[in-house]
């Protein structure tokens, strides 16, 4: 394995096979993101969403997908170009992957980075006792999608990243991954199921006092259909938190969430009456 992944690795504590595969993941993800930088990929697109906040600005949860925004609608943009190059940076580095696009259908072109588990546990020196849990045909997945047509109404910024070397990301500023956020929480269909883990970035983003840029999530919301011509004002927005906080099924957002923490205690306070406490916590720009 490159040395420089292996530096990479000296930043988690991994005790368990998920903190081996949650850090094995991460690694792989900036690995793509680098690969996505030499090929001029952020001259056309922003970084945004829960790994965006993981790797960028510290959010203490572990993330699954990576997700990107255009920097204005290009319907016919499509990710095929740069899958080489995030395949020959990741193989330059010592993984073998597949990476695989994946079906359109809508404004969302997606691909999927997939790899063997156990082989890449191995390789990044993982106990024994901890690899030989794992199925050999278990495969590890990153998906990574690509809004064609975003709302408009954001700020983007180069962010640095020092490793494995140093290079720079486009992102999107913080009131507009909280706004990207909360349009999750009030928009999401999931399958029917809570994703435990947009409620998770809420209450950071508000114990943090980052404000949500308003007229980002104005857009968003106009885009899928849930606000009609008027401003989006903050009342507006803390009576539409109030009503999704009321229909919350806390136990199945705690567990959805739980698998991507180390401690999972940073989740006991949850309740409908905690999330209602945030409110008046919140601030917008």
Known sequence: MNPAILAMLGRYQCVSARDYKN????VIQEIALLGLWRAKFFEHAAFYGGTALRILYGLDRFSQ?????????????????????????????????DIEAGTRSTAIDSAF??????????????PGQIADKIHKDSLLTIKFEVDTDPPGGFQTQAKTLLQPIPFAVNAYQQPDLFAGKLHAVLQRKWKNRVKGRDYYDLVWYVAREIPVRLEHLEQRLRQSGAWGT?????????????????ALDV????ND?????????????WSKDFFESLLPKLKSV
């Open 251 to 254: 136990a199945a957002a705690k």
């Open 230 to 246: 008027e401003k989006l004002q903050l009342t507006d927005l803390l009576g539409l938190l109030r009503e999704k906080f009321a």
């Open 257 to 269: 969430v739980s698998p991507f923490l180390k401690d999972p205690s940073a989740i006991e306070l």
């Open 113 to 126: 980075i997939k790899a063997g588990t156990k082989e890449h546990l191995l390789k990044i020196k993982t």
């Open 65 to 97: 997908d990576i997700d990107f925004s255009l920097l204005k609608p290009q319907k016919s943009f499509t990710l095929q170009p740069y899958l080489k190059a995030v395949m020959t940076e990741l193989a330059s580095m010592g993984f073998t992957v």
């Open 23 to 26: 850090a094995l993941k991460e």
